[in-house]
Nanobody, 127 residues
Framework: QVHLVESGGGLVQAGGSLRLSCAAS?????????MGWFRQAPGKEREFVAAISQSGGSTDYVESVKGRFTISRDNAKDTVYLQMNSLKPEDTAVYYC???????????????????WGQGTQVTVSS
């Protein structure tokens, strides 16, 4: 079992920045799985935002955040980050961290590819 805890959300003005963190505990996720960030706005389905491979050498982003968001991981700290710059009101959502099953090292952009989820952190961008 693995537990994921997100932090770093909050209220920010349009054009501002936030850095989300996802700390993992339990399974030795640091060496065995790709990780991802998803978000869900009120009344909408959960959508893919970004993913990073097991090694950190490969990343993937949804088109709407390319050039503004950066996903990274520190395996020594069992932590994944999402640096969000140039935030827009449409980025407002609850952001979730997710982990793929053990040994699945490639990035994926669908909810069903991830077995473990955090509780989410709210990001609100005001105009």
């Amino acid at each position: 079992q693995v537990h994921l805890v997100e932090s770093g959300g909050g209220l920010v003005q349009a054009g501002g920045s936030l850095r989300l963190s996802c700390a993992a505990s339990g399974r030795t996720f640091s060496i065995d799985a790709a990780m991802g960030w998803f978000r869900q706005a009120p009344g909408k389905e959960r959508e893919f935002v970004a993913a990073i491979s097991q090694s950190g050498g490969s990343t993937d982003y949804v088109e709407s955040v390319k050039g503004r968001f950066t996903i990274s991981r520190d395996n020594a700290k069992d932590t994944v980050y999402l640096q969000m710059n140039s935030l827009k009101p449409e980025d407002t959502a609850v952001y979730y961290c997710a982990a793929r099953p053990p040994g699945y090292s490639a990035t994926k952009d669908t909810v069903g590819e991830y077995d473990y989820w955090g509780q989410g952190t709210q990001v609100t961008v005001s105009s």
